[in-house]
């Protein structure tokens, strides 16, 4: 698992040069239906660029960022330090610091996938909690098609397409230091070591428990490498 205090520092620099991450953070952001005068949650807020994708396209929205890396925390704050609409916190999803009913939309990229599977249930009740009734949940992430145990052939032979074939991608778009962090952490996608790829249905059967209907799921081209943005309402009682 990465050392995100210290990636914090060369984040953009790496993620930037993949069109896919610029990509997925576009099509994200196209999927909340409005958002002027609205609250925003970007739970795993990294260096801030979802929360700037969401300002640049509502622009009277308020945002918190929220991010377990202290690292990532400063850079934020550093990046938005003159913007009163963005307040930034150290956080965990499976604890988020807010109260209940706080937020009108909740945001998450590349960052769910971090959650053990056994805690799946407990974060999703956590977004439930500081969203507001019929709030709105845009995640977007990396998925797998194949459930199982760790070792289950199936399972890691789709991992290992969905990674490879996302850093020769990477590749033959001069994401070159992009494309060596994707294949630096294929042994602990596979050995679910911090990294937790799950199917799309598995995040929805602990929404659903968590309240959450009207599911929408996206695919973000190119569509074998497995980027989709789920999009899901929480229930309004």
């Not at 995100?4 to 993949?18: A, C, G, M, T």
């Amino acid at each position: 698992m990465a050392d995100w205090d210290n990636v914090s520092i060369q984040y953009d620099r790496i993620f930037l040069e993949s069109p896919l991450y610029v990509d997925t953070i576009r099509t994200l952001t196209e999927h909340i239906d409005e958002g002027n005068g609205m609250s925003f949650l970007d739970i795993g807020c990294g260096t801030g660029n979802v929360i700037s994708a969401i300002l640049k396209r509502f622009s009277a929205a308020k945002v918190c960022g929220v991010d377990s890396s202290r690292g990532m925390v400063e850079t934020c704050s550093e990046r938005f330090s003159e913007d009163e609409r963005v307040s930034v916190f150290e956080g965990d999803a499976r604890l988020l610091p807010f109260q209940d009913n706080s937020f009108d939309c909740v945001t998450c990229h590349l960052v769910l996938h971090h959650i053990k599977p056994e805690e799946r249930i407990c974060c999703a009740k956590e977004i439930a909690r500081v969203l507001k009734p019929n709030g709105v949940l845009v995640y977007a992430d990396m998925f797998c098609d194949v459930p199982g145990e760790v070792e289950n052939p199936e399972r890691c032979r789709d991992i290992i397409s969905k990674i490879v074939n996302t850093a020769l991608y990477c590749l033959d778009h001069g994401a070159f230091e992009m494309m060596l962090l994707m294949l630096e952490t294929l042994p602990a996608d596979i050995k679910q070591e911090g990294e937790y790829l799950s199917t799309v249905d598995e995040w929805i059967e602990a929404l659903t428990q968590s309240g959450f209907a009207e599911f929408n799921v996206v695919e973000v081209p190119p569509e074998e490498l497995g980027v989709r943005i789920l999009k899901s309402r929480l229930k309004a009682s």
